[in-house]
């Protein structure tokens, strides 16, 4: 059984594993010329941290991650305004929790990969086309790939997604957001920060810094737009936007990268209508983005690609010969299957960001007073387990 995956992020990377591991051959195809290296730092627990445990990787996963302290509000002068505990959130997912960046996530998936697994870059998909027996993914350079399955993980702005089902504006749902992550050295600033995940306590915008272990400083913002247009110049645009900001902020942007370097997007989701059409099924924020106000997408992507492996081992099993065809009725089945077990974990994290939006991001004073009240109670018992509840949303059983 032959398999072709678009994109070489943490979808696509963690099912590559999974089905070379039942038996496919496994071809993934990356539009981009290289590893990306912009990114931002996610806190990696549930559902994926799980699979990455059943993969072997967690040794990995803790060596390349971080243990940050707290989660911090500093107004314009730096003073601390409100914090949460990491060791308490820890606690509360029984301490399998890491954070980690994103592109340090990739290159341990990537590194797992066997040799037999072929991994191109600089391959960008143009054409699908279904077969009875098969599906074809051509590329600009006029490849023909043919596989029994072919899988979109290639992203919330998916190529194989806008081939199959049309433009994404008819499925992606914008939060109101944009957000951008970069990396720049300065010491001052490194020290300032220590070992906490420091945030401005602002409203409608907020820029955030955290420590890495190079000597160099990771900077993650996020602000209210209500144009989803993607600025030209991604630098300029930040410097318009957090211009105003005191405390860190201003080095943070004096140090900002050409545009090049920096990762901008907008915040959104993605609610398609069913995951799956022919011999092409999507996994990841291909089909199931919860977006960065919500968490763990990286998370419920690793576990949406085993998910899927687990589903189309559980009906076509595992084969010592990778040339052998897929039933294409079993076939059926385990993709209905896959869906199934993941929309309602993807449809409750969704709520959750939505209903969260607010607190996330304050657009008012009062919301942001109210966020702070809220924090400073996070120690009391029972009040803990509700905000992390309220944080991480229904689990995958």
Same mark, same amino acid.
């Given at each position: 059984?032959?398999?072709?995956?678009?994109?070489?992020?943490?979808a696509?990377?963690?099912?590559?594993?999974?089905?070379?591991?039942?038996?496919w051959?496994?071809?993934v195809?990356?539009?981009?010329?290289?590893p990306?290296?912009?990114?931002y730092m996610?806190?990696?627990f549930?559902?994926?941290?799980?699979?990455?445990?059943?993969?072997?990787?967690l040794?990995?996963?803790?060596?390349?991650?971080?243990?940050?302290?707290a989660?911090?509000?500093r107004?314009?002068?730096?003073?601390r305004?409100?914090s949460?505990?990491?060791?308490r959130?820890a606690?509360?997912?029984d301490?399998?929790?890491?954070?980690i960046?994103?592109?340090?996530?990739?290159?341990?998936?990537?590194h797992?990969?066997?040799?037999?697994?072929a991994?191109?870059?600089?391959?960008?998909?143009?054409?699908?086309d279904h077969?009875?027996?098969?599906?074809?993914?051509?590329?600009?350079?006029?490849?023909?790939?043919?596989?029994?399955l072919l899988?979109?993980?290639?992203g919330?702005h998916?190529?194989?997604?806008?081939?199959?089902y049309g433009?994404?504006?008819h499925f992606?749902?914008?939060?109101?957001?944009?957000?951008a992550?970069?990396?720049?050295d300065d010491?001052?600033?490194r020290?300032?920060i220590?070992?906490?995940?420091?945030?401005?306590?602002?409203?409608?915008?907020q820029l955030?810094?955290? #420590?890495?272990r190079?000597?160099r400083v990771?900077?993650?913002a996020?602000?209210?737009?209500? $144009? /989803? *247009?993607?600025?030209a =110049? &991604?630098?300029?645009?930040?410097?318009?936007?957090?211009?105003?900001?005191?405390?860190?902020?201003?080095?943070?942007?004096?140090a900002?990268?050409?545009?090049?370097?920096?990762?901008?997007?907008?915040?959104?989701?993605?609610?398609?209508?069913?995951?799956?059409?022919?011999r092409?099924?999507?996994v990841?924020?291909?089909?199931?983005?919860?977006?960065l106000l919500?968490?763990?997408?990286?998370s419920l992507a690793?576990?949406? #690609?085993?998910?899927?492996?687990?589903?189309?081992?559980?009906?076509?099993g595992?084969?010592? $010969? /990778? *040339?052998?065809?897929? =039933? &294409?009725?079993l076939?059926?089945?385990?993709l209905?299957?896959?869906e199934?077990a993941m929309?309602p974990?993807?449809?409750d994290?969704?709520?959750?960001?939505?209903r969260g939006?607010?607190?996330?991001?304050?657009?008012?004073?009062?919301?942001l007073?109210a966020?702070?009240?809220?924090l400073?109670?996070?120690?009391?018992?029972?009040?803990?387990?509700?905000?992390?509840?309220?944080?991480?949303g229904?689990s995958?059983?």
């Open positions: 059984m032959k398999a072709v995956i678009c994109g070489a992020g943490i696509g990377l963690a099912l590559a594993h999974r089905l070379d591991a039942a038996g051959s496994v071809t195809l990356e539009q981009a010329a290289a990306r290296t912009e990114g996610i806190d990696f549930g559902p994926g941290y799980d699979v990455l445990d059943r993969m072997g990787l040794p990995q996963l803790q060596e390349h991650g971080y243990r940050v302290q989660l911090t509000y107004d314009e002068r730096g003073r305004r409100a949460l505990s990491y060791a959130f606690e509360m997912v301490g399998r929790l890491t954070s960046m994103r592109p340090d996530l990739e290159r341990i998936l990537r797992a990969l066997p040799e037999r697994v991994l191109r870059f600089d391959s960008r998909l143009t054409r699908i077969r009875s027996d098969r599906v074809d993914a051509t590329t600009a350079d006029g490849t023909v790939h043919r596989a029994d899988i979109g993980a290639d919330i998916s190529t194989v997604r806008r081939l199959v433009d994404e504006r992606l749902r914008y939060l109101g957001f944009h957000t992550a970069w990396v720049f010491p001052a600033v020290a300032e220590g070992d906490e995940f420091a945030l401005t306590d602002s409203t409608r915008r955030g810094c955290y #420590a890495l190079d000597g990771a900077a993650f996020v602000h209210h737009s209500s $144009d /989803p *247009t993607l600025p =110049d &991604p630098r300029a645009a930040l410097h318009q936007e957090y211009a105003d900001l005191g405390w860190i902020v201003p080095q943070a942007l004096a900002c990268p050409p545009a090049d370097e920096i990762y901008y997007d907008q915040v959104a989701q993605i609610d398609l209508p069913y995951w799956n059409h022919g092409v099924v999507l990841g924020d291909a089909c199931q983005a919860v977006s919500a968490g763990q997408g990286a690793v576990a949406g #690609a085993q998910t899927l492996a687990d589903e189309l081992t559980r009906a076509l595992t084969t010592p $010969d /990778p *040339t052998a065809a897929a =039933d &294409p009725t076939l059926a089945t385990a209905r299957r896959y199934t929309r974990v993807i449809t994290k969704q709520q959750v960001a939505r939006a607010r607190w996330f991001v304050p657009q008012r004073q009062w919301w007073r966020r702070r009240v809220a400073a109670a996070a120690g009391l018992p029972g009040v803990d387990r509700m905000i992390v509840g309220a944080m991480v229904r995958r059983t």
